[in-house]
């Protein structure tokens, strides 16, 4: 007589047979979600970099723009909650997919071999709980002023919700330690930049060998400009450009 196979269910199978499938269940669902939380920071990475940009125009630019947000409630606390929302849905997404690719597998490869996508996805997460560390590092920094160690009194917004950035950026990056710590930030944001929007096409279906090469420059165009709009405020403080 036959003996019945009583293998356990694995979490995916699990997962597949108990659960009617909403989009966000499956993998091209959480893809998606990726895709467009991804492009919400995105823009504000961009919007970001450009705001930061101003300080070349000397402290009254900066400051005035900073100034603008701190006293429009509606356009700082909507870019704020934006940001926050897209953030979790980035990072939950992100482990969820994990989560699922695991499942997927749960017996090892005898032999693995890693693929470009396995190190693309590796690397994507590496350098995103990168960004999500020197997120809360910058926080504490620049926006809630713990400049223990930089050796310069912190100016916060004043009763007239007028900032000084631009006190508090030249004194940071005069550090070396502070500018070194930026810099390997803005490298991991533009690696995760450069897989993200590469990974944003495949996932779309917006994918053919004849445009590959050109989606592929294109990334490499955008993390490259977003690092070098970036960098050049540290590294213009650093070495005395601005000051
Ligand atoms: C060299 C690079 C950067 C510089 C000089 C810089 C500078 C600043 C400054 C001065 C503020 C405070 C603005 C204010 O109080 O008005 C700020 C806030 C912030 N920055 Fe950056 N930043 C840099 C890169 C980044 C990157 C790469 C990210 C994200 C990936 C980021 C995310 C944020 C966030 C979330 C805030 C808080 C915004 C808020 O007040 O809600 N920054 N940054």
Request: with cysteine; aromatic share 10%.
């Amino acid at each position: 007589m036959r003996i019945a196979d009583k293998r356990e269910p694995t979490e995916y199978e699990a997962c597949m047979s108990t659960r009617a499938l909403s989009l966000t269940h499956t993998t091209i669902g959480k893809k998606m979600v990726m895709a467009i939380s991804g492009l919400v920071l995105f823009g504000f990475v961009i919007g970001h970099m450009l705001g930061n940009l101003q300080i070349f125009l000397g402290p009254d630019a900066i400051n005035g723009y900073s100034h603008t947000l701190h006293s429009t409630p509606i356009l700082l606390w909507g870019a704020r909650s934006t940001l926050l929302v897209a953030i979790v849905a980035h990072a939950v997404t992100a482990i969820g997919l994990v989560r699922l690719n695991r499942a997927a597998r749960p017996v090892a490869y005898v032999s693995k071999k890693d693929v470009a996508t396995d190190y693309a996805a590796k690397t994507m997460f590496l350098s995103g709980i990168t960004i999500a560390l020197y997120v809360v590092y910058h926080l504490a920094h620049l926006t809630y002023g713990v400049t223990k160690g930089l050796g310069y009194q912190h100016l916060p917004v004043d009763k007239n919700n007028w900032p000084d950035v631009y006190h508090n950026v030249v004194h940071s990056f005069q550090v070396p330690w502070c500018t070194a710590v930026y810099v390997l930030a803005q490298l991991a944001l533009s690696m995760h930049l450069y897989h993200g929007a590469w990974s944003l096409f495949q996932s779309l279906g917006l994918n053919h060998e004849r445009y590959n090469e050109t989606i592929r420059s294109s990334a490499v165009a955008v993390a490259m400009a977003v690092c070098v709009g970036f960098l050049a405020v540290p590294i213009a403080v650093f070495f005395g450009v601005v000051k």
